[in-house]
């Protein structure tokens, strides 16, 4: 149960997460003149899922929108895809993913750095999932230790 609802809150922060990434790409394309900017601002935030590549699909539209009108409204696509990624990384994934499932958010920067430097990309998209489902494990089984400890001093003063 503990473990369906931590899966389920993971979801859910990343969810909110990339509505972050659309609403805040669309504005910003709105601001930089990008043609159809809500449409490409919602596909940012769509593909934002995925980790490393997403934020560069999503720019893909917004890119050849904006070279139809001028090069420079396409420099300033590639501006807001940038500021709008560091936001998101440095400072929105970190405390929405930490607080959907209770993980200090230097731990979530810490474990994607470990994890994507040891098993790459795919580390990086499960150690976040993984990480919260090994505590959720290891919180139960402390539970289980105490209970037993608590247990057996009662029969001990039984005796």
Not at 113 to 132: E, T
Request: with cysteine; hydrophobic share 50%.
């Amino acid at each position: 149960q503990d473990m369906s609802n931590t899966l389920s809150k993971y979801i859910s922060g990343q969810a909110i997460e990339c509505i972050f990434v659309g609403i805040c790409t669309a504005i910003g394309y709105g601001l930089a003149g990008v043609p159809y900017a809500l449409l490409t601002g919602i596909f940012a935030g769509a593909t934002n899922i995925i980790p490393y590549i997403g934020p560069y699909i999503g720019l893909v539209p917004a890119l050849i929108l904006s070279l139809t009108d001028s090069f420079n409204t396409a420099v300033m696509a590639i501006i807001v895809c940038i500021i709008v990624q560091q936001i998101d990384g440095n400072l929105i994934y970190p405390n929405v993913i930490g607080k959907s499932v209770d993980i200090h958010p230097l731990t979530i920067i810490l474990l994607l750095l470990v994890a994507g430097k040891i098993a790459g990309l795919l580390g990086i998209i499960l150690c976040i999932p993984f990480y919260a489902i090994i505590k959720v494990i290891v919180k139960h089984v402390r539970e289980v230790i105490i209970l037993e400890n608590e247990s057996s001093d009662e029969v001990k003063i039984e005796k």
